[in-house]
């Protein structure tokens, strides 16, 4: 969703939904199944939650499908978490093409086994020139990670004479940020109950509204993205600004009357 062409009405003020999935194991566990039936359910529900998105016209989804930490998990959880994501991509680039909707990676998909990179690399090429709507995937993702990243990309141009620290700002470092182009997120919901963010876009949430569902991934459905919405849209965001400023502000419409 970087570009400013034919973007669609959307819901105001609601362009970009960030999504930390979590859950899958424990709603397994509840039902005495082994932890990856939750995930393969988890993926599952992905394809709901994008289609309710897309209805809302809301532009950009970015979900956090798994992050560096997570390579602390099992083995065999691991592997098979791969094999999902193969799976899902295997399964849904053709839909992806079909709704124009772009898929985009953040994170470090460069550590990630070779098939799933194969199969990264041809659903980001046949997507690559979709405008409209943005599915971004978190992969292999960490925020202090892409900080990381970011700070040793601009001293990089540092030292080449690219950059100049002396003019550093947020809109200039947040171009070396692995979401370059894209807007912040305007909502972040977290499924299960936790009430964490877990090192998930940290600087691009910094106003962020935040929705924290008590249901499990796998559960969270049409109905409960459309509650984490109304909620977001029951809020007063202010930037630091008073309420009375954001109340008194004038809509565009009325500057332009004036």
Known sequence: MTDSTSQPSGM?????????????????????????EGHRR?????REILKVARDLKIRTLTLFAFSVENWQRPPEEISSL??????FLERNTRELVK???RLRVIGRPEELPEGVQ??????L???????????QVALNYGSRTEVLDAVRAFSEDVAKGKADPNHLDWPLFSRYLYTDGIPDPDLLIRTSGETRISNFLLLQCAYSEMFFSPVFWPDFGRQHFIDAVESFHRRQRRFGKTGEQVTEAPTDEAALNR
């Open 12 to 36: 105001p003020g609601l362009q970009h939904v960030a999504i930390i999935m979590d859950g899958n194991g424990r709603w397994a566990r509840q039902r005495g199944l082994p932890r990856i």
């Open 42 to 46: 988890g993926v599952s529900n992905v």
């Open 82 to 87: 791969m094999g999902l994501l193969e799976f």
């Open 99 to 101: 709704n124009k909707v």
């Open 118 to 123: 194969k199969k990264l690399h041809a659903a």
């Open 125 to 135: 090429e046949a997507t690559k020139d979709f405008k409209d709507y943005v599915l």
